[in-house]
């Protein structure tokens, strides 16, 4: 598990956010029980994949039941970037008043 985990984490520090995001979906599915492989997608991919991608591991992870405690930090921020920016609509009336 400790070298699927260094492996990944490589890839996502090249830069090779595909290779890295195939990586992790060999790994889950070899070692499925691991926490700390599903942390690595928040802590390493999340900037490297699409967001749909993490909504779609998280969902995983409640089909197969696997509670995560980890970093508040990273899990706070992982949910905030799957959140659509919010559209300001007092910024666009209060410039179709002026």
Do not use: C, F
């Amino acid at each position: 598990m400790v070298l699927w985990r260094y492996y990944l984490q490589w890839e996502a520090k090249q830069g090779n956010g595909e290779a890295a995001h195939r990586i992790y979906i060999r790994a889950i599915n070899q070692v499925p029980s691991s926490k700390a492989l599903w942390l690595d997608v928040m802590r390493y991919l999340r900037g490297v994949v699409a967001p749909k991608d993490i909504t779609l591991n998280l969902n995983l992870m409640l089909e197969k039941d696997i509670r995560l405690r980890g970093p508040v930090d990273v899990l706070q921020d992982s949910l905030n970037a799957l959140q659509p920016p919010e559209s300001s609509d007092e910024d666009s009336e209060s410039s179709e008043k002026d």
